[in-house]
């Protein structure tokens, strides 16, 4: 059953490896252009934004010049080209310094001479400067110049008149020359700072318009490059109208494939999950099966571990209750010892004693001999005495007395050593006969406790053999336990090894899909880039044309427009242009697109157009303050 079920397995594996595979594929397809839709809808947003905010500063700066010119009270200059309002702020400098130059010259004073002279070359030369470059711009506004030029004349009336008055006059004057020469020199002073700011602002000035006219010329250099590359994007968009159709027809296709594919994947899902069901019933019939063997080998080896752990009990038991034997015959046996030493110890003291009775015996009977010999001698004396005593018998009755009573003491004496004497030997007999029975039960103890302890020893040695026997039989359950265990687990490799060769092929097929497909995008791709390429080297082809006509306008002063006109069309870009830009840009993001190269080309022309767009959008313009 199981083989069977494998075999089903392997032949519904690769049909679904391979709709699974055109699902992810059509799913990563879908997130890559919903990326690059979003993608260009932001570099739309921003492009509008960078527009808004272009045409937002041209004309904050256009109202802010306005402002300054109608506080000033110049609104008749507010609707003129910068050109024209750079000539008349010149022509004004260079009338307010030959009238602050005129009563310099005239006064009488040396200091006021000195410094005079020095502004007044000072002010000479940058009127030059001021009028050679108003010279190349002139005719720009001659009211104004005729109006600076009466004012000087006014002036130089007016000093003429001086010079006709009356002393009192004359020195009325001279006070009213020193406060003019007061006032020039701060007139000097302002009119220094007024022409170093003025200086700066020309520089700033002119720089501005030379951006300007180079902007312009860039301008009108890469509109041909923009017209011809608008062409191009109006081609390339209806080769690409023709390919989303292809496209379109083609996501047809596949879709009605796909779901074709998914009606059998469905039907190859239900017989995967019947299959699976077969395989969970086996695998639970196998993992029962497993589980009741070694239950019943665990119950097995419990029983036989149960049985030798009794047998074991019962054999520690009987060593425990012969040991407590054991040590009860020793202490038996250390108090017969103890008492032994104790009756040889009497034994001794007796013995002590004997020889004692017997050194005091020797001295009795030493001194009994002394005695006798004394009474031997005493007979003789008696003997001897006792013709004395028949002569004199009444005074020795005395005599005799006493040696009767020290013989009857003498007699007493020996008859207490006689019987001290049977005590002892009577007593030592005893002796022997306890020691006799002691050595007799010590003998039998000793004998008896050597049979128990061989006895013991017997069966320690029975008790080690069958624990021997056990630890062998539970070596053996174990043995077969790991054999079974190492059988499970080679099945288990087995079957896992089997699972990863199906996963590999999978893989493998799904890699084989994946690498056609990533050739024929590669494919796409390098025809794309050779296009991209073609169109490069045109654009470059087109430079040096460009160039020339660049330097050809440049050098021919009759192609010059008016800087009015030049900073209109500078200022205001066309709109048409970005509104063609912007266009193809909505296009190209809310148009679907089936595959990955059609997206990256309509980002590629996008990123093209807003480079050409970059390229010609002029510097925004930055006042002086």
Same mark, same amino acid.
């Given at each position: 059953?199981?083989v069977?079920?494998?075999?089903?397995?392997?032949?519904?594996c690769?049909?679904?490896?391979e709709?699974?595979?055109?699902l992810?594929?059509?799913?990563?397809?879908?997130?890559?252009?919903d990326?690059?839709?979003?993608?260009?809808?932001?570099?739309?947003?921003?492009?509008?934004d960078?527009?808004?905010?272009?045409?937002?500063?041209?004309?904050?700066?256009?109202?802010?010049?306005?402002?300054?010119?109608?506080?000033?009270?110049?609104?008749?200059?507010?609707?003129?080209?910068?050109?024209?309002?750079?000539?008349?702020?010149?022509?004004?400098?260079?009338?307010?310094?030959e009238?602050?130059?005129?009563?310099?010259?005239?006064?009488?004073?040396?200091?006021?001479?000195?410094?005079?002279?020095?502004?007044?070359?000072?002010?000479?030369?940058?009127?030059?400067?001021?009028?050679?470059?108003?010279?190349?711009?002139?005719?720009?506004?001659?009211h104004?110049?005729?109006?600076?030029?009466?004012?000087?004349?006014?002036?130089?009336?007016?000093?003429?008149r001086?010079?006709?008055?009356?002393?009192?006059?004359?020195?009325?004057?001279?006070?009213?020359?020193?406060?003019?020469d007061?006032?020039?020199?701060?007139?000097?002073?302002?009119?220094?700072?007024?022409?170093?700011?003025?200086?700066?602002?020309?520089t700033?000035?002119?720089?501005?318009?030379?951006?300007?006219?180079?902007?312009?010329?860039?301008?009108?250099?890469?509109?041909?490059?923009?017209?011809?590359?608008?062409?191009?994007?109006?081609?390339?968009e209806?080769?690409?109208?023709?390919?989303?159709?292809k496209?379109?027809?083609?996501?047809?296709?596949?879709?009605?494939?796909?779901?074709?594919?998914?009606?059998?994947?469905r039907?190859?899902?239900?017989?995967?999950?019947? @299959?699976?069901? !077969?395989?969970? %019933? /086996?695998?639970?019939?196998?993992?029962?099966?497993? &589980?009741? =063997?070694? +239950?019943?080998?665990?119950?097995?080896?419990?029983?036989?571990?149960h049985a030798?752990?009794?047998?074991?009990?019962?054999?520690?038991?009987?060593?425990?209750?012969?040991?407590?034997?054991?040590?009860?015959?020793y202490?038996?046996r250390?108090?017969?010892?103890?008492?032994?030493?104790?009756?040889?110890?009497?034994l001794?003291?007796?013995?002590?004693?004997?020889?004692?009775?017997?050194?005091?015996?020797?001295?009795?009977?030493?001194?009994?001999?002394? @005695?006798?010999? !004394?009474?031997? %001698? /005493?007979?003789?004396?008696?003997?001897?005495?006792? &013709?004395? =005593?028949? +002569?004199?018998?009444?005074?020795?009755?005395?005599?005799r007395?006493?040696?009767?009573?020290?013989?009857a003491?003498?007699?007493?004496?020996?008859?207490?050593?006689?019987?001290?004497?049977?005590?002892?030997?009577?007593?030592?007999?005893?002796?022997?006969?306890?020691?006799c029975?002691?050595?007799?039960?010590?003998?039998?103890?000793?004998?008896?406790?050597?049979?128990?302890?061989?006895?013991?020893?017997?069966?320690?040695?029975?008790?080690?053999?069958? @624990?021997?026997?056990?630890?062998?039989?539970?070596?053996?359950v174990?043995?077969?336990?790991?054999?079974? =265990?190492? +059988?499970?687990?080679?099945?288990?490799?087995?079957?896992?090894?089997?699972?990863?060769?199906?996963?590999?092929?999978?893989?493998?097929?799904?890699?084989?899909?994946?690498?056609?497909?990533?050739?024929?995008?590669?494919?796409?791709?390098?025809?794309?880039?050779?296009?991209?390429?073609?169109?490069?080297?045109?654009r470059?082809?087109?430079?040096?044309?460009h160039?020339?006509?660049?330097?050809?306008?440049?050098?021919?002063?009759?192609?010059?427009?008016? @800087?009015?006109?030049?900073?209109?069309?500078?200022?205001?870009?066309?709109?048409?242009?970005?509104?063609? =830009?912007?266009?193809?840009?909505?296009?190209?993001?809310?148009?679907?697109?089936?595959?990955?190269?059609?997206?990256e080309?309509?980002?590629?022309?996008?990123?093209?157009?807003?480079?050409?767009?970059?390229?010609?959008?002029?510097?925004?313009?930055?006042?002086?303050?």
């Open positions: 059953m199981p069977c079920c494998l075999s089903d397995c392997l032949s519904v690769p049909s679904v490896c709709v699974h595979k055109s992810e594929q059509i799913r990563i397809f879908t997130g890559h252009k990326v690059l839709a979003q993608e260009i809808q932001e570099e739309n947003d921003r492009l509008k960078q527009l808004q905010q272009l045409i937002s500063l041209q004309d904050a700066q256009i109202s802010e010049v306005a402002k300054m010119l109608y506080q000033q009270g110049l609104t008749e200059l507010i609707h003129s080209s910068p050109s024209e309002q750079v000539a008349y702020l010149l022509v004004e400098r260079a009338s307010i310094l009238t602050s130059g005129g009563p310099i010259n005239n006064n009488n004073d040396n200091s006021g001479k000195g410094n005079s002279a020095g502004a007044g070359n000072t002010g000479g030369r940058r009127g030059s400067e001021i009028q050679a470059h108003g010279n190349a711009r002139q005719g720009a506004l001659p104004h110049g005729h109006s600076s030029w009466r004012r000087l004349l006014g002036l130089h009336k007016a000093s003429h001086k010079h006709g008055l009356t002393p009192a006059e004359a020195r009325h004057s001279t006070e009213q020359s020193n406060s003019m007061r006032k020039c020199s701060r007139l000097e002073r302002d009119l220094e700072e007024g022409s170093r700011r003025l200086a700066m602002a020309h700033e000035i002119r720089r501005l318009t030379d951006e300007l006219e180079s902007a312009h010329l860039t301008q009108r250099a890469y509109e041909s490059e923009l017209q011809a590359a608008q062409q191009e994007v109006e081609k390339l209806k080769c690409e109208m023709v390919e989303v159709r496209e379109k027809e083609l996501n047809d296709r596949l879709d009605l494939e796909i779901r074709a594919l998914r009606v059998r994947v039907a190859l899902d239900a017989e995967k999950s019947c @299959l699976q069901q !077969k395989v969970l %019933t /086996l695998q639970k019939e196998v993992v029962r099966l497993e &589980t009741e =063997l070694q +239950e019943q080998q665990q119950q097995q080896s419990e029983r036989q571990l030798v752990q009794v047998q074991l009990d019962q054999t520690n038991e009987l060593a425990e209750s012969r040991e407590t034997e054991l040590n009860q015959s202490r038996v250390r108090d017969l010892q103890n008492k032994l030493s104790t009756q040889e110890t009497c001794l003291d007796k013995d002590t004693e004997i020889c004692y009775l017997k050194q005091h015996l020797d001295n009795y009977l030493h001194n009994v001999r002394q @005695l006798e010999k !004394k009474e031997t %001698t /005493l007979i003789l004396d008696d003997s001897e005495q006792q &013709t004395q =005593l028949n +002569e004199e018998s009444e005074p020795h009755q005395s005599t007395e006493e040696c009767e009573t020290l013989k003491e003498i007699c007493e004496t020996l008859k207490c050593l006689d019987k001290e004497r049977s005590k002892y030997h009577a007593m030592k007999e005893k002796h022997k006969a306890r020691m029975c002691a050595k007799q039960k010590l003998d039998d103890e000793t004998t008896w406790r050597d049979e128990r302890i061989k006895g013991l020893e017997r069966e320690l040695s029975l008790c080690s053999h069958s @624990l021997t026997k056990v630890k062998e039989l539970v070596a053996s174990t043995v077969e336990n790991e054999k079974l =265990l190492s +059988e499970r687990t080679g099945l288990l490799r087995e079957l896992n090894e089997k699972d990863g060769d199906l996963t590999a092929a999978s893989s493998k097929r799904r890699v084989d899909f994946l690498e056609v497909e990533n050739k024929k995008l590669g494919n796409q791709i390098i025809h794309l880039c050779s296009q991209l390429a073609v169109l490069e080297r045109s470059q082809n087109m430079q040096p044309q160039a020339a006509e660049e330097r050809k306008k440049k050098y021919n002063p009759d192609i010059a427009t008016p @800087l009015s006109v030049q900073t209109s069309s500078v200022t205001t870009p066309t709109p048409s242009k970005f509104q063609i =830009l912007l266009d193809h840009t909505d296009v190209t993001s809310s148009s679907p697109r089936p595959s990955m190269p059609s997206t080309m309509g980002y590629l022309y996008l990123t093209s157009a807003q480079r050409c767009t970059h390229q010609s959008a002029p510097p925004p313009p930055a006042l002086s303050t």
